[in-house]
């Protein structure tokens, strides 16, 4: 195939990490579209900036190889593949850039903080459009498939989003034994309780005190628990005698919440 010019390597790989990433296929971008999607969307901004960075990086690197007839800024193809796999090796902390943006992107979805996303307003058009970075289309079948899909009976579907960034979808490939995930923030927020609570059963004013002095990425302590969340944690006690299993799954499933 013809050499590439700089200009469009820095399209090829922008478009080709958005695919490793999982954000798309080759048919969801339109190559005079780019620019615009750069303005639009905070993060497809990050991996422009990044494979720029890159292909600017290797055109320097050959700078003394360069060919004193011009064509020195061209790149093939076998260029781009080579490069693609380094800049993913360099992307850990991009990884945890972008969970943090789709945290901040659904939060700002789900009402008053609750970590709940209505099902109406995750799939709705129009709040794409107004405040979404990224494309939620799963289906309910795949939403309750992996934990991330909260229709008890007498309430409309909400989405939760803890389980749902957690899900294998939303991790990237780092090797063939490894992936890179979005990091699991209540299991941060547990080692700090355990640590606070020094037992394997705690009242509930106990946890809500630990609970309450625990700093995640998106709250800074001291937070404060809603009243819901707290009359629940109540009563997982009342249900086991007052006391409440750290390490059960009612209290995992309110720590999510909280």
Same mark, same amino acid.
Request: charged share 25%; with cysteine.
């Given at each position: 195939?013809?050499?590439?010019?700089?200009?469009?390597?820095?399209?090829?790989?922008?478009?080709?990490?958005?695919?490793?990433?999982?954000?798309?296929?080759?048919?969801?971008?339109?190559?005079?579209?780019?620019?615009?999607?750069?303005?639009?969307?905070?993060?497809?901004?990050?991996?422009?900036?990044?494979?720029?960075?890159?292909?600017?990086?290797?055109?320097?690197?050959?700078?003394?190889?360069?060919?004193?007839?011009?064509?020195?800024?061209?790149?093939?193809?076998?260029?781009?593949?080579?490069?693609?796999?380094?800049?993913?090796?360099?992307?850990?902390?991009?990884?945890?850039?972008?969970?943090? %943006?789709?945290?901040?992107? #659904?939060? +700002?979805?789900?009402?008053?903080?609750? /970590?709940? &996303? *209505? !099902?109406?307003?995750?799939?709705?058009?129009?709040?794409?459009?107004?405040?979404?970075?990224?494309?939620?289309?799963?289906?309910?079948?795949?939403?309750?498939?992996?934990?991330?899909?909260?229709?008890?009976?007498?309430?409309?579907?909400?989405?939760?989003?803890?389980?749902?960034?957690?899900?294998?979808?939303?991790?990237?490939?780092?090797?063939?034994?490894?992936?890179?995930?979005?990091?699991?923030?209540?299991?941060?927020?547990?080692?700090?309780?355990?640590?606070?609570?020094?037992?394997?059963?705690?009242?509930?004013?106990?946890?809500?005190?630990?609970?309450?002095?625990?700093?995640?990425?998106?709250?800074?302590?001291?937070?404060?628990?809603?009243? %819901?969340?707290?009359?629940? #944690?109540? +009563?997982?006690?009342?249900?086991?005698? /007052?006391? &409440? *299993? !750290?390490?059960?799954?009612?209290?995992?499933?309110?720590?999510?919440?909280?």
């Amino acid at each position: 195939s013809a050499p590439l010019r700089q200009v469009d390597a820095h399209r090829v790989l922008t478009v080709a990490l958005e695919i490793r990433g999982g954000f798309g296929r080759v048919a969801d971008f339109r190559w005079e579209a780019l620019k615009r999607l750069v303005r639009r969307n905070k993060r497809f901004a990050e991996v422009w900036d990044v494979a720029n960075d890159a292909v600017g990086s290797l055109l320097f690197a050959r700078r003394h190889l360069a060919s004193p007839f011009g064509g020195g800024g061209s790149f093939s193809l076998a260029d781009l593949a080579r490069l693609g796999p380094r800049v993913l090796a360099d992307r850990g902390g991009q990884r945890h850039a972008d969970c943090g %943006l789709m945290k901040e992107d #659904l939060m +700002a979805l789900s009402r008053g903080g609750s /970590g709940l &996303v *209505p !099902l109406a307003k995750f799939w709705s058009p129009e709040e794409k459009k107004r405040t979404a970075m990224f494309g939620y289309d799963e289906t309910m079948e795949h939403l309750k498939a992996i934990g991330a899909l909260d229709d008890a009976s007498g309430r409309h579907p909400q989405v939760r989003i803890p389980n749902y960034m957690l899900a294998p979808m939303n991790c990237d490939e780092h090797s063939p034994a490894t992936m890179r995930c979005c990091l699991n923030e209540c299991e941060l927020v547990m080692k700090d309780v355990e640590r606070l609570v020094r037992a394997p059963l705690a009242a509930p004013a106990a946890l809500l005190g630990a609970v309450g002095n625990v700093s995640t990425s998106s709250v800074d302590a001291p937070r404060r628990l809603s009243s %819901l969340l707290v009359q629940r #944690l109540h +009563a997982i006690a009342a249900e086991r005698g /007052g006391q &409440v *299993p !750290l390490h059960g799954r009612v209290f995992a499933e309110w720590l999510h919440l909280a």
